[in-house]
């Protein structure tokens, strides 16, 4: 069916473009599923588009568009497939599939499995997505959990629509936080050695800065307070990161999410490459000097003021190497960079916008993707988030709470944009109230029936269905084509919740399938084992999707 709307689409435009030839093109078209099943398979609005391009009442473009189309369905092999074309108010073009269009859908799906939905729309297209990139002064919070199922779950989308994906995370392994991690790992030091230290303003206080003050004094074999003094912060810092990003591997790597990269700072922002990068925008005429300081002039392409990139005291500023950084992922040949941030970096996107422009790139290269906070529920009660006070829950706490994939679903069940509530109490309960278990158990359910209809001598066609004439049949299989236009608005807009929500959507739909019509009929052999087919269809559906939110499968539960 994803074919037959293509094929509808060619055929409207080809229609349409006679009529538009003098009014600068059709607009773009818009074939969608309509929420009233009564008003067809599929809906264009694109007379209420012409409305004011002609100066006519929609209604009456929608019936000279409609008498148009039909002519030119009739004579193409879609005439078989299209069986009513219809007009509704207040000019909509509704489109009515016939049975064997659904028939030859469901046979799609069979056919191709695991590569149903799989397309080549990204045609190769190279993509970095950077997400997570949380700074390594601690385990990963929520925030940053939430970020890593976000874009994890994009790149295995845009992966399987024929984007070359690479995931990438970039270690801010240089600055202030990471010397402030030094200083605090000494202060814990010296007062495990007796010297009661206060941690610096703006430290780190956790109980894990005490573990791995623990570890750092064993590893430099120090056990008294002179050794410790003498020790310069650098070493402390160094040892901190490299601590740090091992548990933030490990986190990740429970939680499922890998990347293809990691950027270090130290190693892209070099002296050197900071120096190259200074030197194309000063040749270009975007900086000048004022109050002995080097500023960018940032307001050239968009952003609210000019930034400054060197300090009066020779210092860059965070800007300098992040804009280093994004020259590098561009010189590496990506034609899209994608950033997913947390709410706090949501100033900053101008002037990065504004840097890439000034690089020579079109600020459309770079997508910041802003990711809001998660709150965490316990028992009903809030759980507090303070880093640096380290009062927070963590990603690890999070998956030996509730496991990886209810932790992942939950994380994906709303927009990026908006905030998200997540209730751990809800997200270990075995019932239909839990939707990723009601996912799964719909997934796990189908396989039962498969190994009930085995012993019954009951196999799923595959093909050449005739026999699923009946509304719920038909029903089910609307709800299995919208998989595709789930993946391409996941795609439109670089989010992955949707498709979580379509999954529920269909557990749902088979679930109430399941309960209303009787599958496993060894009396009704052939219809049996159409319905069997049906549902296979629908477990494989439900398999494809998971596996792109990366969420297990399960057979059994």
Known sequence: MPALKEQLCQIIDQVLQPLFHSKGGVPQLQLEVPNDKQHGDLSTNVAMQASKIFRKPPLELAAQFQKLIQEKISQSPLREQVVKIEVKSPGFINFTFSNQALFTFLQDVLTQAGNFGRSKVGGGKKIQIEFVSANPTGPLSVAHARQAAVGDALGNILSFLGFAVTKEYYVNDEGNQINMLGESILARAKEILGEPTAIPENGYQGEYIRDMAQEFLQRENVNDLVAVKKIDRARSSKFGVEYLMAIIKKELKDFGVGFDVWSYQSK?????????????????????????????????????????????????????????????????????VINIWGPDHHGYIPRLQAAVEALGRDREALTVLIVQLATIYRDGKPVSMSTRRGEYISLQEVIDEVGIDAARYFFLKRHTNQHLEFDLELAKKETPENPVYYIQYAHARINSVMEKAGQENLSPKRGEFQLLTETGEQDLIKKIYLFAEILWMCESQLDAYALGNYLLELAIAFHKFYDQYRVIDTANKDHSEERLGLILAVQIILANGLKLLGISAPAKM
């Open 268 to 336: 892209i922002a070099t002296p050197d490459t900071i120096e190259e990068m200074l030197a194309y925008l000063g040749e270009k005429g975007f900086l000048y000097e004022q109050d002995g300081a080097l500023w960018f002039r940032s307001t050239d392409f968009g952003d609210d003021k000019d930034r400054v990139l060197e300090k009066s005291d020779g210092t860059y500023t965070y800007l300098t190497p992040d804009i280093v950084y994004h020259r590098d992922k561009f010189e590496r040949g990506f034609d899209k």
